[in-house]
T-cell receptor
Framework: DAKTTQPNSMESNEEEPVHLPCNHS???????IHWYRQLPSQGPEYVIH???SNVNNRMASLAIAEDRKSSTLILHRATLRDAAVYYC????????????FGGGTRLMVKP | NAGVMQNPRHLVRRRGQEARLRCSPM?????VYWYRQLPEEGLKFMVY????????ESGMPKERFSAEFPKEGPSILRIQQVVRGDSAAYFC?????????????FGPGTRLTVL
């Protein structure tokens, strides 16, 4: 299975942009890149996903490297409510339809 | 439009009892997934069901655990003869389809405590 590598933790100031990196050097051509986050004591929440092109939605932006071996989740203005564990996940139905969660990045937001 | 619902939210059982966890997927979703999060650990996939069928149970412990998703009613995760090591948060998710692009919508979880 293609794996992802993320920093264990990151810190940000409120109202500033946050760039959360993810390395996936063994990604295959059919792997979709998904990001989920888990707020304290809650279930995971979908954030964004992409295949090759950069993606934007109301929550975040996803920047995918040209060789697809890394990606960056961008929160344009961090709020205290964005403090969570962020998971970068590769999804490919040839390996099953489940989400394989790694350790994720714990984002702390300072007021 | 109600999200994924799970009940109970908290469940306490004594060793040897049975635990039944229920999950109602989002309206229109026929794909259900169960995940488990042990204390201070990450989320681990357990089982994937599509109405009346188990599609992938590669993450389910071989004994004591079973899951179903009947034609009518919620999906049920059943743990027989619970042990302390079963204490965890159990999350259910649903999706409208099986494509790689489909997002999964998670419920709030059931926190099982085994005394």
């Amino acid at each position: 299975d293609a794996k992802t590598t993320q920093p264990n933790s990151m810190e940000s100031n409120e109202e500033e942009p946050v760039h959360l990196p993810c390395n996936h050097s063994t990604i295959s051509g059919t792997d979709y890149i998904h990001w989920y986050r888990q707020l304290p004591s809650q279930g995971p929440e979908y954030v964004i996903h992409g295949l090759t092109s950069n993606v934007n939605n109301r929550m975040a932006s996803l920047a995918i490297a040209e060789d697809r071996k890394s990606s960056t989740l961008i929160l344009h203005r961090a709020t205290l409510r964005d403090a969570a564990v962020y998971y970068c996940i590769l999804k490919n139905n040839n390996a099953g339809n489940m989400l394989t969660f790694g350790g994720g990045t714990r984002l702390m937001v300072k007021p | 439009n109600a999200g994924v619902m799970q009940n109970p939210r908290h469940l306490v059982r004594r060793r040897g009892q049975e635990a039944r966890l229920r999950c109602s997927p989002m309206k229109g979703h026929s794909h259900v997934y169960w995940y488990r999060q042990l204390p201070e650990e990450g989320l681990k996939f357990m089982v994937y069901l599509q109405k009346e069928n188990i599609i992938d149970e590669s993450g389910m412990p071989k004994e004591r655990f079973s899951a179903e998703f009947p034609k009518e009613g919620p999906s049920i995760l059943r743990i027989q003869q619970v042990v302390r090591g079963d204490s965890a948060a159990y999350f259910c998710a649903s999706s409208p389809g099986a494509g790689e692009w489909n997002e999964q919508f998670f419920g709030p979880g059931t926190r099982l405590t085994v005394l």
